[in-house]
């Protein structure tokens, strides 16, 4: 019974390791990283491209813009993310539920192209 014990304490340590580092938000992989700015609310976030034929200084200033409208009250609803029309391209923020599994606290899209901000990590 002893043996069986430590097998499973053995395992289950590495198992709860690699479960706990999928958590939390995480940026995409294959998104192209433009740097980081503020939400509204003076969250810090990541800017990216997720897809499209769109440069960063454009997702940068698309980004700001958004973060300018919301703070200036130009979202639709109870202070809500949106959608909003921003230079030809139409942004929203996500509920908070989104936010906490994703990490994703707005997008930002125009034809095919999409941009993300991204909850940044905490500084350690």
């Known amino acids: 019974m002893r043996r069986r014990r430590l ?5 289950a340590i590495p198992a709860l390791a690699i479960a ?10 294959a998104a192209r990283q433009c740097g ?4 509204a609310a003076n969250v810090r976030v990541l800017i990216e491209i997720s897809h499209g034929p769109v440069d960063c200084p454009t997702a940068m200033q698309v980004e700001q813009d958004y973060a300018a409208a919301l703070a200036e009250g130009k979202a639709p ?3 809500g993310g949106g ?3 921003v230079n030809g391209w139409t942004c ?26 991204v909850l940044a990590p905490a500084p350690s």
Do not use: E
């Open 36 to 39: 980081s700015a503020r939400t």
């Open 7 to 11: 097998w499973f304490a053995g395992t």
């Open 20 to 29: 706990l580092a999928g958590c939390g938000p995480t940026a995409h992989p």
């Open 77 to 79: 609803g109870n202070g």
């Open 92 to 117: 929203l923020g996500f509920d908070t539920p989104q936010v906490l599994r994703t990490g994703h606290t707005s997008k930002c899209t125009k034809d095919s192209s999409q941009i993300l901000a």
């Open 83 to 85: 959608p909003v029309s």
